[in-house]
């Protein structure tokens, strides 16, 4: 990580944000070169989840008002443990205290008081003073950043932190628009903001961050994926049951699904996400999907697996970490904001023929049940319409015993107005239940960097290089003069305008020798580079020398074959060993 994030800093990919005041710790700002990784791999997010799913897209706001974060379960349940040293102050998650002294892998899932026995037993010190954290308390912190909406008695407001809430809370506006016709998809890339106690190792635990998130709306009595075109994709799977073994399941998308290891549409989706990652140049030798443990789970999933890949140095200890979660979140977001706002999170199921069915209704007697009951009648009546709907057979007695605030009430029947009535229906409302593909876009770029950053030699010496893959590196070529002069500089120059018009991302560098220009372009990872030589110039017709970035191989190509040439290497059309 030193030498990664130390060359991210040098070469304009990461680094810090507000050095110039001290920086704050969670904040980054991506550089020139950053940046462009990070659109690139944002474009190929989307072009693949999005574009060719035939999703939706929509951008909503990063502020949102309390009451979506109440209905979602956030401000209750959106928690990390954090321990205090008494002795400097410093705050620290006690969970990842305990997984860098001990072989508990996945403290998260731990109780609170757990936790603190395990600091307790293991004499865990603060990494900040090396004070004893035993017989500190471990609570409970909520990750939210609070705001204010508007000046004075103003509104209680929250930076999201997740984007998923943008897209359910709009879900009675957003079915229309998919004309209630599921499956449908949503998706979105925006920020996200999480008030990390302890933020570390660069962009992994940030407090500011970007998140890609598919929202897919499906029937849970419908059809699950067509999973044919996903369904010879491999998968190194880690399911909850094997991991105190520490063993993997190498398998395909439809062994998965048909051997019951993954649900469908979770299955559907690694499948689609495993191509995703190997375009992006994630290496599948430092790459798992692990199924989330039962006390490790989000409030909102029933299940979850997360894509985690090792980002540690050749030769070292295993660091795996999350860069996307797979989760399913069964109807508990629709269903939260359906009780909580007042409008209607359903959609209309039409059946395909008319069905008769039998309706369970009560109208309760109020001139019985006012006096007899006073205050607690209207709920009381309330709470006889819900048992009718879900269990008949309560009423199949002389009386139906009713519980409102924990005190029970034994009503006759023959007051409740119970009546089992036939009607034709041509649909049902029904409520949704949503997959979610849930991508860190930070994590995955430090992921891609990480798994592209080699130190080797070549016969000029050591090198750094980023063996980027040439859909997301920030430089699709670089022109370089042999010299700026005898007319080399003027020609690359014009070269570089014409790849530029051709849609390529060129530098120009005409500074220092030409190894020492390589090697910059070795270290953000351009793939190719061209120089205009001497022959070049000469020479009718005019060629360019191409040199691989990987290879370091170079060979002779026609200057009005070039952008053809690129464009076939970039498509991977043919390969730098056939030219």
Not at 266 to 274: E, H, M, P, T
Not at 283 to 290: G, K, L, N, Y
Not at 551 to 563: C, F, G, I, Y
């Amino acid at each position: 990580m030193k030498a990664l994030t130390e060359l991210a800093k040098r070469r304009g990919f990461f680094f810090q944000s507000s050095e110039a005041y001290g920086g704050v710790s969670g904040f980054y700002t991506y550089g020139p070169q950053g940046a462009t990784l990070k659109e690139h791999v944002e474009d190929t997010w989307r072009e693949r989840f999005s574009v060719a799913e035939g999703h939706m897209e929509v951008d909503a706001p990063t502020v949102m008002p309390e009451p979506v974060f109440e209905a979602s379960g956030h401000l209750d349940g959106f928690d990390d443990m954090l321990v205090e040293c008494a002795g400097c102050g410093a705050s620290h998650r006690a969970d990842h205290l305990i997984e860098g002294a001990t072989d508990v892998e996945e403290a998260e899932s731990l109780p609170t008081e757990e936790v603190a026995a395990l600091i307790d037993a293991h004499d865990i010190e603060c990494p900040s003073c090396g004070a004893p954290l035993a017989d500190q308390p471990v609570e409970e912190f909520n990750l939210m950043f609070e705001t204010n909406i508007g000046p004075g008695t103003s509104q209680t407001g929250y930076l999201r932190p997740e984007t998923a809430q943008g897209i359910f809370v709009e879900f009675p506006r957003l079915k229309e628009y998919a004309r209630g016709q599921l499956p449908f998809g949503v998706t979105q890339i925006g920020k996200s903001y999480r008030n990390e106690i302890s933020p570390r190792n660069a962009l992994v635990r940030t407090r500011e961050f970007t998140q890609a998130e598919l929202e897919l709306f499906v029937d849970p009595e419908g059809e699950g994926p067509d999973v044919a075109s996903v369904a010879d994709v491999e998968l190194t799977l880690y399911p909850a049951a094997n991991q105190p073994d520490g063993d993997y399941v190498e398998t395909t998308v439809e062994a998965a699904v048909d051997d019951g290891v993954v649900e469908p549409w979770v299955a559907y989706y690694l499948g689609v996400a495993a191509e995703w990652y190997a375009e992006i140049g994630v290496d599948f030798e430092r790459f798992r999907f692990r199924q989330h443990q039962a006390g490790e789970r989000a409030h909102y999933a029933s299940d979850c697996w997360d894509a985690e890949a090792d980002v540690s140095a050749p030769g070292a200890d295993p660091e795996w970490i999350e860069i996307a979660g797979y989760a399913y979140r069964g109807d508990y977001d629709l269903s939260k904001h359906d009780e909580h706002s007042g409008e209607s999170f359903t959609v209309f199921k039409q059946y395909d023929e008319p069905k008769t069915v039998e309706r369970a209704s009560v109208d309760p007697d109020m001139s019985y049940l006012g006096p007899e009951y006073g205050g607690n009648a209207g709920a009381i009546a309330d709470e006889l319409d819900a048992l009718a709907k879900r269990d008949r057979a309560a009423f199949d007695g002389e009386s139906v015993t009713v519980t409102v605030d924990g005190e029970e009430y034994e009503i006759p029947v023959e007051k409740t107005g119970y009546a089992v009535e036939e009607e034709t229906e041509a649909g049902r409302h029904m409520m949704p239940h949503v997959v979610e593909p849930s991508i860190g876009i930070d994590r995955t770029v430090y992921t891609v960097l990480a798994h592209a950053y080699e130190e080797d030699e070549v016969d000029e010496g050591e090198r750094t290089v980023l063996r980027l893959d040439p859909s997301v590196a920030p430089t699709g070529v670089a022109v370089f003069p042999l010299m700026d002069k005898d007319g080399m500089g003027e020609r690359a120059r014009e070269l570089a305008r014409t790849l530029r018009s051709e849609g390529y991302a060129v530098t120009y560098d005409d500074s220092g020798n030409i190894g020492r220009r390589y090697r910059r372009q070795d270290e953000v990872g351009t793939p190719f580079c061209v120089t205009v030589d001497y022959e070049s110039v000469e020479e009718d017709p005019e060629t360019v020398t191409l040199r691989e970035r990987d290879s370091t191989e170079q060979v002779r190509v026609p200057t009005d074959d070039l952008a053809s040439v690129l464009a076939d290497l970039r498509a991977g059309e043919t390969t730098f060993d056939d030219l």
